[in-house]
């Protein structure tokens, strides 16, 4: 196990932390008390938190004072849940079009330097969220949370393979790092890393891997499923691997259970977006997912706005608490979660069971209904050689069928598999099925969605 650093010479033990390292193990310490606390003393700390961000929004952000004011701004230092549901919700249209108003004119000097966060989205919407330092902090400590839960040994080598700007970490070598990254290595003396570029085939990342041989990989669902189905068919191990680390994507039954299957290990993921960090991590006694309630308030509310009972999926809502650059108060992600019930660990925090995916990832219907594709795609490979898939919604009626295949199909195969998307889609759409050569293309920013609507 590595150990952590002291900032003493002379004293290697128990060690003494200064500075960055000091404020990092500081906060990983209230985690450990704050989540396991009763949930309404959680929801107590959580609500006075963010009565703070809703103040310094309706003093410094001229977007806030026209909508708080409008919406008679609880404000004054105490929200109750009721007051806070009275807000209106913030759209990913309202960030566009509030542009610079939305932005603190007064942010505090203790909160540090703040740096401009442009999301792209895969469906082009793209938003400028501004962050502070504190928000960067923050992000770190959840980032060593993850490793604490999961028991990572961070001596180990650490493999990453993600979407990358050109001519960075190239196939076939990709890079090495000295250690595991800025939150880790403030604290602890860590194993190495290797990152390689997400535009290496999957035959290359394999052989990458081999030669690595990590102890964690972390890459996208997406890639994973790739590789999983790469490594299944060559035979070849990845020695020494402890698990996958997936961000990015939802995570499925079907790939966890092919990850233990094929490497031996299981994934664990996190929930996070760019605007406002960590969201949940998955638990590691029973899968589901804690939401990060020290830095997130989380609502999942149903089509009429009504917070979701447990088991009730319904559209998630979060309100950073502590973004005083740019205030995100009950931000719309347009993700859908399933919410929980108390959880076997032990900790109190919020239980998401399941994170669904994106409202753009639902099928859409001629008389106005929308559902989640059902599993089913999986039986494919029962049917023909397929290596990759993904299926665009057109217009109510007609849906693209992209694959990828080791051979010309039959019309035959693409009769059964077309059975098969009926059969999941839940209705007898016009199927266009369109051949790709290797790889089907991903969005910019990595993400590969098997499902996307994009009826307008
Ligand atoms: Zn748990």
């Known amino acids: 196990m590595s150990t952590i650093k002291s900032a003493v010479s002379g004293v290697v033990w128990p060690a003494l932390a200064e500075g960055r390292a000091a404020q990092l193990l500081a906060l990983l310490w209230q985690f450990g008390q704050t989540e396991r606390w009763p949930a309404e003393w959680l929801l107590r700390h959580q609500l006075q938190q963010l009565s703070l961000v809703i103040e310094h929004a309706r003093r410094t952000s001229p977007f806030y004072r026209t909508r708080l004011d409008a919406a008679g701004d609880p404000g004054g230092g105490s929200l109750t849940m009721a007051q806070l549901r009275e807000l209106p919700l913030l759209s990913r249209r309202d960030i566009q079009d509030a542009g610079a108003t939305l932005r603190s004119s007064a942010i505090p000097a203790q909160f540090g330097a703040v740096h401009e966060n442009r999301t792209s989205g895969a469906t082009g919407q793209p938003v400028q969220v501004w962050r502070t330092e504190l928000d960067a902090l923050l992000w770190q400590a959840n980032t060593l949370r993850d490793h604490e839960w999961h028991r990572r040994d961070q001596s180990l080598k650490l493999a990453a393979i993600r979407a990358l700007a050109p001519g960075v970490a190239d196939p076939p070598q990709g890079i090495s790092g000295a250690g595991w990254g800025a939150a880790s290595e403030a604290v602890r003396a860590t194993g190495p890393s290797a990152l390689l570029s997400l535009n290496a085939d999957v035959a290359t990342q394999a052989t990458w891997l081999r030669n690595h041989a990590p102890g964690y990989l972390l890459t996208y669902p997406s890639n994973l499923a790739a590789l999983l189905a790469h490594v299944a068919r060559s ?222």
């Open 235 to 456: 035979g070849e191990r990845i020695p020494g691997l402890r698990a996958v680390l997936t961000v990015g994507e939802t995570v499925g039954p079907v790939l966890r259970a092919a990850c233990r299957a094929t490497l031996g290990v299981a994934i664990e993921d996190v929930y996070s977006s760019q605007e406002l960090g960590y969201i949940a991590l998955q638990c590691p006694v029973s899968g589901e997912y804690h939401v990060m309630a020290e830095s997130v308030l989380v609502e999942v509310l149903d089509a009429a706005g009504n917070p979701c009972a447990a088991g009730e999926t319904g559209r998630l809502v979060v309100s950073s608490l502590h973004n005083f650059a740019t205030p995100l108060i009950r931000y719309e992600l347009r993700d859908f979660a399933t919410v929980g019930t108390p959880c076997a660990c032990g900790r109190t925090l919020p239980t998401l069971a399941r994170i669904a995916g994106r409202e753009r990832n639902m099928v859409r219907l001629p008389d106005g209904t929308t559902h989640w594709p059902l599993v089913g795609f999986h039986r494919f490979r029962e049917i023909a050689p397929v290596r990759q898939y993904q299926l665009i919604q057109h217009t109510l009626h007609a849906v693209e069928v992209r694959l990828v295949c080791d051979r010309a199909l039959s019309n035959a195969e693409e009769a059964q598999l077309g059975a098969v998307i009926r059969d999941a889609l839940g209705y007898p759409f016009e199927l266009r099925f369109v051949y790709f050569e290797r790889e089907l293309p991903r969005a910019r920013n990595g993400k590969f969605e098997e499902f996307v609507c994009a009826v307008g």
